[in-house]
């Protein structure tokens, strides 16, 4: 089956702009995950939603920040104002609703943002 | 608050040598433990997984045990093959709440032949 999907895989854009990244999850998969790759660092969770809300937005940096999973399934994270600062890979993940502490988390390949 | 430390990288290995990849972690209770995958293009995948502590996890050769009374999960492979050249990330999931993972900062592995 498909799995996780994340469109566009590569953004460039200019300081000051916004900019939209869209996760596909898994069908069926109620958990979505958002976290940020910065070169050379391990991913770092920025906000979780279990459904159609955000249960967990702890780790968004600041208030440009922003993501939305309307239908709960497809969400987008939204970055206005961007700074040099906000070029990583974002990443995106899924899971089934997390039971008992165990809770396999699904990647997608990530969109690399630059912004220059 | 929870953390996961790895040995620093990079690691660059002969074919057929022993690997072992450090892992330690901090947390409250017992979380999972994992190890993600991530081979050069290509997005996190997962390598090996475990849930309690003494449980071992293993796939494709890797082996990791989960040990409570050193907060360790440390990654091995007997032999490494050029094939396994990637960065490794050990992570893991908090009890309850969000399950958010956290990372470690990854071990970037070269297997040379």
């Known amino acids: 089956g498909a799995g996780v999907s994340q469109t566009p895989s590569n953004k460039v854009t200019e300081k000051g702009k916004y900019v939209e990244l869209r996760c596909d999850p898994i069908s069926g998969h109620t958990a979505l995950y958002w976290y940020r790759q910065s070169l050379g660092q391990g991913p770092e969770f920025l906000i979780y939603f279990q459904g159609t809300g955000a249960a967990d937005d702890s780790g968004l940096p600041n208030d440009r920040f922003f993501a939305v999973r309307p239908e709960g399934s497809v969400s987008t994270l939204k970055i206005q104002r961007t700074e040099r600062g906000d070029s990583a890979v974002y990443l995106c993940a899924s899971s089934l609703t997390p039971l008992g502490g165990y809770n396999e988390q699904f990647f997608g390949p990530g969109t690399r943002l630059t912004v220059l | 608050g929870n953390s996961v430390t790895q040995m620093e990288g990079p690691v660059t290995l002969s074919e057929e040598a022993f690997l072992t990849i450090n892992c330690t972690y901090t947390a409250t209770g017992y979380p999972s433990l994992f190890w993600y995958v991530q081979y050069p293009g290509e997005g996190l995948q997962l390598l090996l997984k475990a849930t309690k502590a003494d449980d071992k996890g293993s796939n494709k050769g890797f082996e990791a045990t989960y040990r409570k009374e050193t907060t360790s999960f440390h990654l091995e492979k007997g032999s490494v093959q050029v094939s396994d050249s990637a960065v490794y990330f050990c992570?893991?999931?908090?009890?309850?709440?969000?399950?958010?993972?956290?990372f470690g900062t990854g071990t970037r592995l070269k297997v040379l032949a």
């Open positions: 992570a893991l999931s908090q009890l309850s709440g969000t399950y958010k993972y956290i």
